[in-house]
């Protein structure tokens, strides 16, 4: 299940979110009702998560250079 964990600015509660596909709708402080939420790194969890295609979080990747 796609579930993030999230972190409000405003109150600095955390809460869990199901997320379906694309998070493009920021979702809501249940505490306070405020927007200004920003997603958390799923800390603790020993799975490998696996993005199906999409946002993922590769930053680097060793590739070799075409050509040279
Ligand atoms: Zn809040």
Redesign the pocket.
């Known amino acids: 299940m796609p579930i993030y964990e999230f972190e409000?600015?405003?109150?600095?509660?955390k809460f869990e979110k199901l997320v379906f596909g694309s998070d493009d709708k920021k979702p809501q402080?249940?505490?306070?009702?405020?927007t200004?939420?920003h997603k958390m790194i799923s800390a603790g969890s020993r799975v490998a998560l696996k993005v199906p295609g999409g946002y993922g979080g590769n930053a680097t990747a060793p590739s070799c250079a075409p050509g040279g």
């Open positions: 409000c600015e405003k109150c600095g509660r402080c249940p505490d306070c009702s405020s200004e939420v």
